[in-house]
């Protein structure tokens, strides 16, 4: 068999070679790189991965916006296995953050806004020395609410009964603010008027043991939490508004001693910011209390504390003192309010919260100033948290 071959003429092979060699060098550097991207120097580490920031909401960093040292210093130990490789979000708003900031300069105040909805933390801020987590203050009338819905939900009071406004036969030497005599008055009336000799009534009939459930119910004792803002909050033996006393009871409203003495927990009693504006939060939400957080991560805990009609009808009665003008300071047009002020041993107390028949936002504010001047800043800053939905001031 004849075996035929076929010779490739040298000419026609150049091209071929010439074509590879010009592949090769056009990948040479890729080929290079790849070899020598695992190739590290003896005792190099590995790059580090990017730390993680708390951040408000819009993005902005927590440490870049004002009031807020504790708060950004606590949640970077709190978060901090987090914060190793991603960021921790808040609902902080930063517009809100400065408002309220720059709404507190004048004189020592603390002020803590929360979203309604979620029970997340809006802003907080203190001036002057006052702490938002921290300093404690009598609130006076601001505990009033809790009385009538624990009122009006056990039936010891109805909407027409007639308490007494004078202090003529109420227990031991009680009286309204400036010697005030009310008359015969109903529990709304005494909201508005923040009555102390018709609230002393309201306890007496409730009992010393009712008022102090009434007052754990809500969270207000040396136990209480704050949601994962707890960790903010100064505890100390004694702290919080049911402080130890006889029979297990400590001073609150209607508790009258073995002297015949009436204690009055709205001015012996001590509550934080923070602790005021989730009293606030609960108002607001008909009785439904929601512990405070700052972190968007999961839900909060909800739980109810009284009915919901109860709830309406002191949310109702709230709004109709504001609107009457009965709460220093917080009327106005436009966007309805619904509050209260108290004011016991030289410090005020203001809880508020808006738009009153389908709240959004609720706030506390405290400080030295009177109830007018604290009033006035609380339905300011309720207006700016709630100007970026229009729907809100229908």
């Known amino acids: ?29 890729a080929l290079l790189a790849a070899g020598c991207a695992d190739v590290t120097e003896p005792g190099d580490d590995p790059p580090a991965p990017r730390p993680g920031v708390v951040r408000a909401a ?24 987090r914060l190793r490789h991603r960021d921790v979000r808040t609902a902080i708003r930063p517009a809100l953050q400065a408002a309220l900031v720059n709404g507190l300069r004048t004189a020592p105040a603390a002020g803590v806004v929360l979203d309604v909805r979620s029970g997340r933390l809006l802003a907080a801020a203190g001036s002057h ?19 009538a819905a624990g009122a009006l939900s056990g039936g010891k009071v109805t909407a027409t009964t007639r308490l007494d406004g004078t202090g003529d036969d109420g227990p031991g030497d009680v009286r309204n603010a400036g010697g005030a005599r009310l008359g015969p008055i109903t529990i709304g009336a005494a909201l508005e008027h923040a009555s102390r000799t018709a609230f002393a009534d309201v306890a007496v009939r409730l009992s010393a043991w009712t008022v102090d459930e009434l007052l754990r119910r809500v969270g207000f004792d040396a136990r209480a939490r704050a949601g994962d803002l707890s960790g903010l ?30 204690q009055d927990a709205g001015g012996r009693a001590r509550a934080t910011t923070l602790e005021l504006a989730q009293l606030a939060l609960t108002l607001a939400s008909d009785g439904r209390r929601t512990d405070a957080g700052v972190t968007r991560a999961g839900p909060l805990p909800v739980q109810e504390r009284w009915e919901p009609a109860v709830g309406r009808r002191v949310r109702g009665m709230l709004a109709a003192a504001v609107h009457e003008g009965a709460v220093p300071g917080m009327r106005g047009s436009g966007l309805r309010v619904a509050g209260i002020s108290g004011r016991a041993r030289g410090t005020t107390a203001v809880l508020a919260f808006a738009p009153a028949d389908r709240p959004r936002v609720a706030l506390a504010l405290t400080g030295d100033e009177d109830g007018a001047a604290l009033g006035a800043r609380a339905r300011r800053l309720l207006e700016r948290a709630t100007d970026a939905d229009s729907d809100l001031h229908r």
């Open 129 to 147: 020395g006052r702490d938002p987590w921290r300093t404690r203050q009598a609130p006076g009338a601001a505990l009033y609410p809790i009385l």
């Open 1 to 29: 068999m004849d075996v035929v071959t076929t010779a490739v003429h040298p000419r026609r092979r150049a091209p071929r070679l010439r074509a590879a060699v010009a592949i090769a060098l056009a990948l040479l550097p």
């Open 58 to 81: 819009g993005g902005t960093p927590l440490a870049a916006l004002p009031g807020l040292e504790r708060l950004t210093a606590h949640l970077r130990r709190r978060d901090a296995a």
């Open 233 to 262: 909050v100064a505890r100390s033996r004694g702290a919080g508004l049911t402080p130890t006393g006889a029979h297990g009871v400590g001073p609150v409203p209607g508790f009258v001693d073995a002297r015949g003495t009436y």
